[in-house]
Structure formats: C-alpha cells, structure tokens
C-alpha cells in the first residue's frame, strides 16, 4: 500500500528565509497530491493541488513541486514569516479514491 | 468565505455509549468526509459519501459507524458502542464537484471526542 513520510522532525527557519518540506512517496505516483496546513486544535486548511502532469505550481509566497522520478514533492514558503508557523501536511490520492496523508512537518519561523 | 461547520467542539461519552457527530458542509458541495486524527498521529480517511450514499469507505468504518444525510444541510457521523480508543478529533470535510484528490476538500475545526 502507498505510504507518505514527511521529515517528522521540526523545521526551524530564520524570518525572511525560505523554508523548504519534503513529501516522499513509495509506491505508484498518484495522479494528484495536495499540500494542507494544520494549526494546532483546527482542521486542515487547503494550500496547494498539484497534478501528476505538472512539474510545478505557485501561489503568491507558496511553491509546490512534484518530481514523480524520485516520488517526492517540495513545498517552499519563500520569505517566511512567524505567522507560516504551523504543520504542513501532504496528502494523496490512492487507488481507491481516498486521500492518505503524510504525519506532517512542523515549522517553526523564528524573529 | 463558507465554512464547513462542525458540531459540538468536544463530546465526552462513557465506553459504550453511542454518539452523533454533526456538519454542515459547504452548501454548494457534492462530496462529504469524514476523518478521524488520534492525538499526534495522522489524518486518517473513514468515508465519502455522495448523491446520498456511502461512495468509498476504509478498514477504520466497520459496523460501528454509519453516515447519513438526513436533511439538505447536516450530515452526521454515529458511532455506536464506543470505546476508549475511539478516542480523537474527528474532521468533517466537502468538496466542490469530484472526489478524492482531484478537488480540494475545505475541513471544519473538528469535534474532539473523549470516551471515558
């Protein structure tokens, strides 16, 4: 079965920085995968779709990429800001139409 | 910006008992989720649900839960006997016009669910 990791340990990133979280796959590349974001207490909040026929999508500070070779996908922040603060999930579509999720990266954006 | 709304923030129910769980989606949506997050662990898929019927399911929805839809707007969660390790923050989420992840799928804030 498909399975997500996320680098479960915390990312602390300097203000101003970009900040870079990586999603690898192992199995079948997906034909879409998502980027959410989870504060602590709330439910996720959409980002990002990016689909398996796009090398890359933007939305203003946020750039997802999906590199279905090395079955991995890149989310950058640039010009990170203490308020980016928060988990970032990837999610995924498998077989049977269900999105499976990755643990989450925790980012911290420190002053 | 619509919400999807979840009802009540945090349930606290005695082992066996059986317990509801209310949304309201998004009003223009055509696909409705639910999921469920252990604390500190992943967001897990339970079931979509679509034109009034149940349209994916996981291992996670056994004969204790069921989903139903009973009027234009609520769509709610039951789980029946419960026990202590059903025990999390259960998400409710919709989506606009296709299932799965070709769509986003817009989340309320989760009802917490403690069995005691």
């Known amino acids: 079965s498909q399975k997500i990791e996320q680098n479960s340990e915390a990312l602390n990133i300097q203000e101003g920085k970009t900040a870079t979280l990586t999603c690898n796959y192992t199995n079948y590349s997906p034909a879409y995968l998502q980027w959410y974001r989870q504060d602590p207490g709330r439910g996720p909040v959409f980002l990002l779709l990016i689909r398996e026929n796009e090398k890359e999508k933007r939305k203003e500070r946020l750039k997802v990429t999906f590199d279905t070779t090395l079955k991995q996908s890149l989310f950058h922040i640039t010009a990170s800001q203490p308020a980016d603060s928060a988990t970032y999930l990837c999610a995924l579509e498998d077989s049977n139409y269900q999105l499976i999720w990755g643990a989450g990266t925790k980012l911290i954006i420190k002053p | 910006e619509p919400e999807v709304t979840q009802t009540p923030s945090h349930q606290v129910t005695q082992m066996g008992q059986e317990v509801i769980l209310r949304c309201v989606p998004i009003s223009n949506h055509l696909y409705f989720y639910w999921y469920r997050q252990i604390l500190g662990q992943k967001v897990e898929f339970l079931v979509s649900f679509y034109n009034n019927e149940i349209s994916e399911k996981s291992e996670i929805f056994d004969d204790q839960f069921s989903v139903e839809r009973p009027d234009g707007s609520n769509f709610t969660l039951k789980i029946r006997s419960t026990k202590l390790e059903d025990s999390a923050m259960y998400f409710c989420?919709?989506?606009?016009?296709?299932?799965?992840?070709?769509?986003?799928?817009?989340f309320g804030d989760g009802t917490r669910l403690s069995i005691l």
């Open positions: 989420a919709s989506s606009e016009m296709d299932r799965g992840g070709n769509q986003p799928q817009h």
